[in-house]
């Protein structure tokens, strides 16, 4: 399986931006079941959880958010084109970072953890300037 993010970049605190993740090496039918997630890490710190949404097929897009980003960023999939989205709105400075896309290696599982990591995207920067 191959994570490709894209749309980082640079934006003014308050600012908006969307991040996109496309999956390859999975059938449609396949990536429909499996859950998705975006990580991120700020210099000097580890990878930390941002956003996890679970597979259509099997728990109907279910979303979980990290506590810092809850009610700003929304998690969605358009499993149609094996595409997973992290929108970002009211963006902070404390939100710069390398953005990763991942997925575990199976269908129950859920992105919550780094052990639970089985695929991680090349990442995208995301710099938010104040």
């Known amino acids: 399986v191959q994570l490709q993010a894209s749309g980082g970049g640079l934006v003014l605190a308050g600012g908006s931006m969307r991040l996109s993740c496309v999956a390859s090496?999975?059938?449609?039918?396949?990536?429909?079941?499996?859950?998705m997630g975006w990580f991120r890490q700020i210099p000097g710190n580890e990878r930390e959880f941002v956003a996890a949404?679970?597979?259509?097929?099997?728990?109907?897009?279910?979303?979980y958010y990290s506590d810092s980003v809850k009610g700003r960023f929304t998690i969605s999939r358009d499993d149609a084109k094996n595409t997973v989205y992290l929108q970002m709105d009211s963006l902070k400075p404390e939100d710069t970072a390398v953005y990763f896309c991942?997925?575990?290696?199976?269908?129950?599982?859920?992105?919550?953890?780094?052990?639970?990591?089985?695929?991680w995207g090349q990442g995208t920067q995301v710099t938010v300037s104040s």
């Open positions: 090496g999975r059938s449609n039918r396949a990536y429909s079941a499996y859950s």
């Open positions: 991942v997925t575990p290696p199976y269908s129950s599982w859920l992105p919550r953890r780094r052990q639970d990591i089985g695929f």
């Open positions: 949404i679970r597979g259509t097929a099997l728990n109907g897009d279910t979303t």
